[in-house]
């Protein structure tokens, strides 16, 4: 198969272009340094020339504006729909995050509206969800520098962005169904705690600060939602043993 990865750059991205590639597929990867843009659409037709699937794992810097989320999600699904539709490609695949039917909010209004976008639109899909990552933790330690680490009171069951992408790339291999199972991981974890202990595996001295976030969106984090229903999938790496493998770098 010839997969198209639209961030294959990113956190889980990188993860997604190196199994397309162990699995012996052509792969194009989309990012803005390779001259294709989701967001105005630049270089995409060419870019998805021959695909059969695509995978998309853009994202937007992180933001808890619902009007950004949303704006960034939908452009960028409507753009790459259309290209993909006039390339005649047969498999969307998005990744999205379990548990957020009832956060429809911040951040989580955009992957909603993205879900929707992706849904209506004139390409075969799957809708793939994953828990957050093993490396959520560290995304958002590296939003403020100093000797506090405030961190959103979540409950939480994360997974390794490496096994979220084993399974994208299962899914796109599968065809188009729709919705995939949910994937999370093997144990429940708190924000703060796996902060906490990245901190220390790091050797850095930050006071983590448990704080929880006001309104619908700050309620449905801590609600413990995100963890997803005992028919999800699970992964198998503790967010212990991703900290000392690989695939975690110290800052
Ligand atoms: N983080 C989590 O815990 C988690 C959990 C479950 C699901 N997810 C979902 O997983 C997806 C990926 O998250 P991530 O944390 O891996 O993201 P990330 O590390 O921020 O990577 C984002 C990727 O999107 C690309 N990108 C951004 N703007 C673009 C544009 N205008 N045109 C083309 N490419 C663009 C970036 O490449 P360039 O900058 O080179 O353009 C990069 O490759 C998101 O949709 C997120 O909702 C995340």
Redesign the pocket.
């Known amino acids: 198969m010839r997969i198209a990865i639209?961030?294959?750059?990113?956190?889980?991205?990188r993860h997604v272009t190196e199994h397309v590639r162990a699995a012996g597929h052509d792969i194009v990867v989309?990012?803005?340094?390779?001259g294709?843009?989701?967001?105005?659409g630049e270089g995409l037709a060419g870019a998805l020339a021959g695909a059969d699937a695509v995978i998309?794992?853009?994202?937007?810097?992180t933001t808890l504006s619902a009007k950004k989320s949303k704006s960034?999600?939908e452009t960028?699904a409507h753009h790459l729909l259309a290209a993909e539709e006039q390339a005649g490609v047969g498999h969307h695949v998005?990744?999205?995050?379990?548990g957020i039917d009832d956060i429809d909010t911040s951040?989580y209004a955009g992957?909603l509206a993205?879900e929707r976008a992706v849904s209506a639109g004139p390409v075969p899909f799957t809708i793939a969800?994953?828990?957050?990552?093993h490396?959520?933790a560290g995304?958002i330690l590296g939003l403020v520098s100093g000797p506090f680490a405030p961190m959103p009171r979540t409950l939480m069951r994360?997974v390794a962005?490496r096994e979220?992408a084993a399974h994208l790339v299962r899914v796109a291999e599968a065809g188009a169904a729709g919705r995939a199972p949910d994937l999370v991981g093997p144990r429940d974890e708190t924000l703060a705690d796996a902060a906490r202990r990245q901190l220390a595996f790091d050797g850095i001295r930050r006071r983590v600060i448990d704080l929880r976030l006001p309104g619908a969106y700050g309620r449905g984090l801590a609600s413990g939602s995100l963890r997803g229903g005992a028919d999800a999938l699970q992964g198998e790496i503790t967010f212990d043993e991703w900290l000392r493998s690989a695939d975690h770098t110290r800052p």
């Open positions: 639209a961030g294959g750059t990113g956190t889980v991205g989309l990012s803005r340094v390779n294709t843009d989701v967001l105005t998309d794992v853009t994202n937007l810097a960034f999600f960028a998005v990744l999205s995050i379990v951040y992957k993205q969800r994953a828990g957050q990552f490396e959520f995304q994360p962005a979220v």
